[in-house]
């Protein structure tokens, strides 16, 4: 490459660019979870000798060993929440499957947008965001959001506190987008499932979309 090169290529040369390359960075991320991932499974495969002791000698295979009265079913046991441990965390740092559920976008002109989906954590509230998008020419206003009541499937309400920052906006100019915090805050102890619930927004035509939240229990199953 030729000096003239070096200088028709932005960062050529600079041994500081490939920081801002997002293509390099994104495979970096991966390399290192699949390490990881290869790391824990390791330690699993471990975990499970020092509880099922090593394989019998006398060739009986898997099918002896299902037989143990004790042993192999707690090593089957602990692979299984190896697997629903790293399962959760592949999830908690893979940045589009996170982003995707903690966020929703309405178009103010379609009617509807889709559901914000949160899953609750204990101790503290589980929070998302919500953006109205307002892409005609004309301004719309004032507009004031309103939450319904968290039902699940068979009718059981959610005792929870639902707050929205800002509950009110007075004014969206034209082609603007204005971002809602929603956050929900079950209360006493809260019963396991999914619930839902209709947000509308009123100011404008038939505009809504749903909230749904995941409470799961202590082992982490709805």
């Known amino acids: 490459m030729t000096d003239a090169d070096e200088r028709r290529e932005p960062g050529a040369g600079q041994w500081w660019a490939s920081w801002f390359d997002p293509v390099a960075n994104a495979r970096a991320f991966g390399d290192i979870q699949s390490q990881a991932l290869r790391a824990a499974g390791d330690?699993?495969?471990?975990?499970?000798h020092a509880v099922d002791g090593?394989?019998?000698?006398?060739?009986?295979?898997?099918?002896?060993?299902?037989?143990?009265?004790?042993?192999?079913?707690?090593?089957?046991?602990l692979v299984e929440r190896w697997a629903e441990i790293l399962g959760r965390i592949a999830r908690a740092f893979d940045p589009m499957s996170s982003a995707a559920d903690r966020r929703v976008d309405v178009d103010l002109a379609a009617g509807s947008g889709g559901s914000l989906r949160l899953t609750w954590v204990a101790p503290g509230p589980a929070a998302g965001e919500a953006w109205l998008r307002n892409g005609g020419p004309e301004r719309v206003g004032p507009l004031a959001i309103r939450v319904g009541e968290l039902v699940a499937a068979d009718g059981r309400n959610l005792d929870a506190t639902v707050n929205v920052d800002p509950e009110k906006i007075e004014e969206m100019p034209g082609r603007s987008s204005r971002g809602l915090t929603i956050s929900v805050a079950p209360e006493g102890t809260p019963l396991v499932g999914v619930f839902r619930a209709l947000v509308q927004v009123d100011g404008v035509d038939a505009t809504w979309f749903a909230l749904e939240i995941e409470v799961p229990?202590?082992?982490g199953a709805r």
């Open 43 to 48: 330690l699993v495969d471990r975990l499970a």
């Open 54 to 77: 090593p394989p019998a000698a006398d060739g009986r295979g898997d099918d002896a060993a299902a037989a143990e009265p004790d042993g192999s079913g707690d090593a089957a046991r």
């Open 217 to 219: 229990d202590a082992d």
